[in-house]
């Protein structure tokens, strides 16, 4: 698993390029292309490349990553070729390798040896494939030939959904290396016609591992330009244009063989670039632009000029920049290459200056956003990042959030999603606007626009801005596959309404089917999901078919035939499944047709409220209707949430929950919320821990726990960086430790790494011995060692919290012949934002990491979900507090004033110039001695 997820990142790798804007589509001119010119049909039964394609050569040590230990071209070189036929696309690698490593056993290993690794990808704003097999860009590796010349392959995607590449390849070893043919025929991009549209975005890496002394050394790669991640992004790839010859090409771009390097980020006054012109350009000269094409400033290039000095950049008046380099041969144009960049010493001069006191609490939890904003989009320009396609947005939104705390009208030309920041105008009540942080494949980009009242999460909604009416309508439909419909109210401003009953899904794996416990729902408007389910909640869902699988336990298999028997519902094969609506499963489905897996996020169903806006969708919960409606109609209306709005949408959350005691109003003065389990790029998260802190005071939290995967260090190296910049808010490590037979532990507060490479038993000491929690995180999505205890008694686990789940807690109750754990909630961000789905609640009347700990272990704690029936599961006296703060005008200025204490001395520039957007590398853990496995599952089946 760790090796496909190396390869996923690596493919998934985002930075910026030269139109990726919504502002970059309004420039005068058309983009420059490479030249990829048309070649004879019979190219791949070649063993030659024909002369009239284009070549690329490297054999100098500069063009590679990794030079070191080069010993010249005999070692290792590459000609790589390149054109278009009547059937596709053809390239022709010809590898010059004094040692051919091939040795990889699984494909998805192949790019950790020698290989060649392609990477197409859709011009700006378009896709390949079709329909639910839409994507961006795709990554096909291909093996050196062997010696009867078979390739191996493998293929990764933007998304989760593409389809097979149908390409055909072929290939042979040489004297000195090996040769490769590939063709990708035209049908593999589906509806996007390639051959008449003719553009396409590429990028190619080839990879050479070899051994010395019995040693690997490390890779040298060569790729086209200077990308440090030949998958960075789909637009940082040079763009193609299919041509006949070059004079058919409008404009022609150098960006295959001149490569000028600009820093991606510059945090202060000075920008330096290399230009590095190559010998056969006379002279060159740099525009610098800003997104929209605006020239702002001019450079010339005489030959040999090694750099280029920009002063003076935040007079410039642009965060983004866009840099045209254009050469001269024989006193005339020859071609372009673009690069964007982005300047960031403007925001951090005018987050210097800020003086916190003087700020209301809302306003300096806007100003905070910023913060977060500008770490965001540091991380987006870090080469290498995952989210560097989403540089452009990252300056639209600092942009955006610096003009409301400013006062000023937003920029005219930012992406439309941005505009629901007007929401938060004149920052008179809580109002949280955040945009999801989402670069890994699979995710889909949305916004959470949230209420909360002063630490209390009071309603919240999803906001999806899709880029059609017909991909809005999409989703709706996969929003309500798994839903009940109901009537639906009438929402001002709403085009469509759905109303719905149904679940929160969680995501799942495929070896978590527990046969004998669940049933698998297929939805047909949902093609290659699945949601699993209790056979009690599963026949509560209107179906219209059952599926009986090969290995579905007998029991589970005459449940599911008496249920289809009592409806009078038709038993079918698999494979007809898409002929009706919902079909339930007994066994596990087809994997091959089954590609992504879902679990009720909290166990409990609840009444959803969808409304659709042209092409936006939200979201919003709907166990008050009341509100539900009430939320989306502000939200549609676009204007700024004042106090009153503010109180009113506070007391109908409050109706919906018990009546509190007189006694809980006082006690509720003493509730503290946060989120304790969240991730940053220190383990798979996409923000920094710095960036994913200062999202949290908005969201109306009182405390973050950073639980990054089997590692702490980004929790307590931002707790060191705010002791220095005087950042007094509240931050725990928590470490989240993957044990086995499959379930993740979360660990929190500890001053240190757990060492967690031994038995269950050892986690419980060291936890113990620091006074942190023991939490079971997202029960039943890793198919865990405590399946027996949940459908019996947890309470024998030893185990102090259950993360988001809440169907069995009653039971657990009323039954427990141990300690119940308490219930806590959390957000498992990876995207770096809060203000969507839950967060915990405690009871702890002098704050602190101990008393955080105490409270969660005495069960003084609830989950607080604002798409839940009820805001508040877990201590039924937390619950009531909760109720009372709801109905507390002072909640909201309590909470402001703690907020304006922990802000007091901050120094925002100075935290950001020190927060980390590539982490260092840590040393590695010790082995892992053989026999503590053994151990660790003897006492997990202990808990069995």
Known sequence: MKGWMNALLFSAALTLAADNSERGKNMERPPAAVTCLQVPDDYTERLQPPENAQTLVFERPEQFTRAEQWRGREDFSARVTFGWNRDGLCFFFDVTDSDVVNDKEKNVDLWMQDSVELFIAAPEGRKFGNGTLAFERFQLILSPPDAAGKLRSFTLYDSAYGPDIPYRASGERTGGGYRIRLLI?????????????????????????????????PPRKVSIGRAVQP?????????????????????????????????????????????????????????????????????????????????????????????????????????????????IAGLLRKVGAVRWAELTPWRAAGYLKLVSGIEFLRLAATPGSMNGGRVAEAIAECEARLALLED??????????????????????????????GGRPNERIFSAVSMPWGNIPCVNAELYCCDSVADAERLVGEMTAYC??????????????????????????????????????????????????????AFRHPADAVVVMPDAPEPMRKRLLDFASERGLPVIPFAEKDRFGHCLIAGTPDYPEIAWFWHSRNGLPNDFLIVRRGADVIRCGYGNRELGKSFAEFILAGKPLTRRAAERFARLRAAAMPAPRPEDAEAARELRTGDVHTHTIFSDGQSTPAGLLAEAPAAGFDFLVISDHDEVAGALRLMENMRRNGCGLWLFAGQEITM???YHLNVYPIPRRLDERFS?????????????????????????????????????????????????????????????????????????????????????????GKALAEAVRA???????????????????????????????????????????????????????????????????????????ELEERESMKLR
């Open 185 to 217: 025929p035209y049908r593999a991009f589906g509806d996007y016609d390639l051959a008449n549209e003719g553009l396409f975005r590429m990028q190619f890496n080839c990879n050479d591992y070899d051994r010395r002394d019995g040693k690997a050394l």
């Open 231 to 343: 998958s960075a992004s789909a637009a940082d790839y040079p763009l193609f244009r299919l041509c006949r010859s070059d004079a058919d090409n409008p404009e022609r771009s150098l960006a295959a063989v001149w490569s000028p390097e600009v820093p991606r980020l510059a945090q202060q006054e000075t920008l330096t670039i290399a230009p590095e012109l190559p010998e056969f350009l006379e002279r060159a000269e740099l525009s610098v632009q800003d997104l929209s094409g605006r020239e702002l400033r001019r450079e010339m290039i005489p030959p040999g000029t090694e750099t280029v000095t920009l002063a003076e950049l935040s007079g410039l008046g642009s965060v983004g920049l866009r840099f045209v380099f254009t050469g001269y041969v024989g006193g005339k144009p020859y071609g372009t290459v673009v690069r964007n960049a982005a300047q």
């Open 408 to 437: 000023r009208p937003l920029p005219a030309d930012i992406p439309a999603k941005y505009r629901y920041l007007e929401l938060t105008r004149g920052f008179e009540a809580q109002l949280n606007v955040a945009y999801s942080r």
């Open 484 to 537: 009940t419909p109901f009537a639906a109210p009438e929402v001002a401003g709403a085009d469509a309404v759905y109303a719905g009953r149904g679940h929160l899904l969680g995501d799942g794996l495929r070896s978590d089917m527990e046969t004998g416990r669940l049933l698998s729902l297929y939805a047909s408007s949902r093609p290659r999901h699945v949601f699993r389910l209790t056979p009690e909640e």
């Open 740 to 742: 086995t037979p499959r």
């Open 760 to 848: 269950w038993k050892s986690i419980r000491e060291q936890a113990d011995g620091f006074g942190a929690v023991v939490q079971l995180n997202h029960p039943m999505t890793y198919g865990t060692g405590f399946s027996e205890l949940w459908y019996g008694d947890i309470s024998l686990a030893g185990l102090d919290a259950v993360e988001r789940r809440v169907e069995y807690l009653e039971k657990w109750r009323k039954s427990g012949r141990g300690k119940v754990p308490a219930v806590t909630g959390s957000t498992d961000t990876h995207q770096g934002i809060f203000g969507y789905y839950n967060c915990t609640v405690a009871h702890a009347p002098e704050f602190s």
């Open 859 to 933: 069960g003084r704690s609830a989950m607080i979900d604002p798409l839940m029936p009820e805001p508040a599961y877990g201590d039924p006296a937390v619950c009531r507090q909760v109720a009372a703060a709801l109905l507390d005008p002072e909640t909201p200025e309590r909470f402001g004033k703690r907020l304006a204490e922990a802000l007091k001395g901050f120094d925002a520039a100075g935290l950001i110039r020190a927060s980390e957007t590539a982490p260092a590398p840590y040393p590695a853990a010790p082995p892992r001695p053989p026999e503590s496995f």
